[in-house]
């Protein structure tokens, strides 16, 4: 298992932000994750298997739809 941590802007539905993209490779496996500096919490995702994995080839994708910071 491999990690390499990235800083970039992501743009997802709910805006543009500042982050640090982390990928994680593993046999049958390429997981990408953006987490927000500011915000502190995971803002986008883009996890693929292959048919190696023992799970089956398959993909998921999520990314923050809104955010709603109260001051």
């Given amino acids: 298992m ?3 941590k ?5 743009t997802v539905r ?5 982050s640090f993209r982390v990928v994680c490779t593993a046999p049958g ?6 987490s927000s ?7 986008k ?3 693929r298997r292959s048919a190696e994995h023992f799970a089956g080839a398959g993909t998921q994708q999520h990314e923050l739809l809104a955010v709603n910071l109260r001051k």
């Fill in 2 to 4: 491999t990690w390499h």
């Fill in 6 to 10: 990235e800083f970039e802007k992501v």
């Fill in 14 to 18: 709910a805006g543009t932000f500042d």
């Fill in 29 to 34: 496996s390429v997981d990408t994750m953006w």
């Fill in 37 to 43: 500096v500011d915000m502190g919490m995971w803002i």
């Fill in 45 to 47: 995702a883009d996890l």
